[in-house]
């Protein structure tokens, strides 16, 4: 699950071989006296019934021992992170999937400089981490008058929230929340500040920003922990205040790569699309975050094939092809799934018919979260694209079914479905929280410590196989199953 980490890299198309839409031509299917509801029906039966957290535990294990041989973490552009798409790459292959690695560069930012002095009223020194890709500051630094953005439901995201023409040339203070941090540094620019520092909305160390790609940095950028952000502005509030920023980065380049697989069968002009990400932070092997997603995926991938595997006596066709993905870079800004979406032609785009995105499903503090593609919590960034309603309804209607507590989640463009519902693909899927806090409802409702993160070791060291919940990781394997089971065959409940 993506948010601000010391690194942060950008993608560059680079030509190389991947599974499209149009790269298997139709095959025939035999004629079958089943609708297609009941085909699906059936089909997600069994895969539910196949797919287990318990099988796919091996997957976790695996990833484990690979971050443990390789410097602790399965970062993109490490032997880590290669190690981990070969392990998934043969055994998709095995199981008889289209497969292909997809490779791109990616341009990592690493930090030269981080420094942060209040020098007037009372001089000190504040603990900072850059923005990655952040405009460097002068040679001794960025010296300016502070000045706070205002801090409502969307603070720093528009223009309005600075008083016109009293930011120009100062350093803007703002807080995190609601819109990206890309939209932050471009705001504030915007407003004439001369640099930005962002502070956390939670916790204890300072929030790690970042602008999308070197090109795009406007000023320098950096953030600091919620306690010296409130600091700061009620010494503010008292008369004013300077600072020194002093933040400069480097760009340095890499080379990744997405695994992407496809059924042999179905209609390639109907395609079903799940990914989940394979990359982990470079602070930790990542096995919630987001081993337990790729898992999952790879888990459900596996028994596809195997129940679906056509034989002369017993053909078992699908309907629709179905397309998976572990993309590359999700840690440093949806890096691969947004090379892969760039890389469809705009008939490519059409075939996808839908895209699931599984992101941290065993979180160690869990409560059951469903992407809001109609928009009824009213919250963040609205309804995802026509069909998101649909795919959200489908997955609560079978939480429902097993009676498990389930609450909405917005489309907050921090996972791999934010380049496909940027296409108008219709998009959905569940996630176990990461960073944020657990509320009272939930815990009551589902268990767990409420006011606790629900996953306290969330972009760490901390983040092992003792890091999941094998209850919620189960959970969600049997949600994805049963998705691709009915999808595979039956997309009419998308139109529903």
Not at 425 to 449: D, H, N, S, V
Request: proline share 5%; hydrophobic share 35%; aromatic share 6%.
């Amino acid at each position: 699950m993506r948010v601000s980490r010391r690194t942060r890299a950008i993608a560059v198309l680079a030509a190389a071989p991947v599974l499209l839409a149009a790269a298997t031509p139709a095959v025939a299917q035999p004629h079958h006296r089943d609708d297609p509801g009941r085909q699906a029906e059936r089909l997600a039966r069994k895969l539910v019934e196949q797919s287990s957290g318990e099988s796919a535990y091996r997957h976790l294990r695996q990833f484990q021992k690979i971050a443990d041989a390789n410097g602790g973490n399965r970062a993109a552009g490490t032997p880590g992170f290669d190690a981990s798409a070969a392990y998934v790459h043969d055994q998709l292959e095995k199981a008889g999937y289209d497969v292909a690695y997809q490779d791109f560069d990616i341009f990592e930012s690493k930090t030269l400089r981080e420094k942060l002095t209040v020098t007037s009223p009372e001089p000190r020194e504040l603990k900072t981490t850059a923005f990655d890709f952040s405009k460097a500051a002068p040679a001794g630094g960025l010296t300016a008058q502070l000045k706070a953005a205002r801090v409502d439901d969307t603070p720093g995201c528009e223009l309005d929230d600075y008083a016109s023409g009293t930011f120009t040339g100062k350093i803007a203070l703002v807080k995190r929340g609601s819109c990206t941090f890309v939209q932050k540094e471009a705001v504030a620019a915007r407003a004439g500040a001369a640099g930005i520092i962002l502070y956390n909305h939670s916790g204890t160390t300072p929030v790690h920003g970042t602008v999308s790609d070197p090109a795009g940095a406007h000023i320098p950028a950096t953030g600091v922990s919620l306690a010296d952000g409130e600091a700061l502005a009620a010494q503010l509030a008292k008369g004013d205040v300077t600072v020194t920023l002093d933040v400069a980065t480097e760009a340095v380049a890499h080379r990744t790569r997405n695994v992407v697989a496809q059924t042999r069968g179905g209609d390639p002009d109907s395609v079903v699309a799940l990914g989940s990400h394979l990359d982990s932070v470079q602070a930790g092997p990542g096995i919630n975050d987001n081993g337990t997603g790729s898992a999952g995926l790879l888990e459900v991938a596996l028994k596809l094939a195997k129940e679906t595997r056509q034989t002369k006596k017993h053909p078992k066709p699908l309907a629709n092809k179905v397309r998976f993905a572990w993309w590359s870079g999700e840690e440093l800004g949806l890096l691969g799934s947004e090379h892969y979406v760039k890389s469809l032609t705009e008939k490519e785009k059409r075939q996808i018919k839908l895209y699931l995105n599984f992101d941290m499903i065993g979180s160690p503090n869990p409560a059951e979260l469903v992407y809001d593609g109609d928009d009824s919590d009213r919250t963040g960034a609205g309804a995802g694209p026509a069909g998101s309603a649909q795919i959200e309804r489908l997955i609560n209607g079978y939480l429902d079914k097993k009676r498990v507590p389930h609450w909405g989640t917005d489309f907050d463009g921090r996972s791999d479905y934010g380049p496909f519902i940027e296409q108008g693909i219709p998009a959905g899927g569940t996630f176990t929280g990461a960073e944020r806090l657990k509320t009272e409802e939930q815990a009551a409702k589902a268990g767990g410590t409420a006011g606790q993160p629900y996953d306290a070791n969330y972009h760490a060291a901390g983040d092992t196989l003792k890091n999941v919940d094998k209850k919620y990781f189960d959970l969600n394997i049997d949600v994805i199953a049963h998705a691709v089971g009915t999808y595979a065959q039956d997309l009419s409940s998308l139109r529903g």
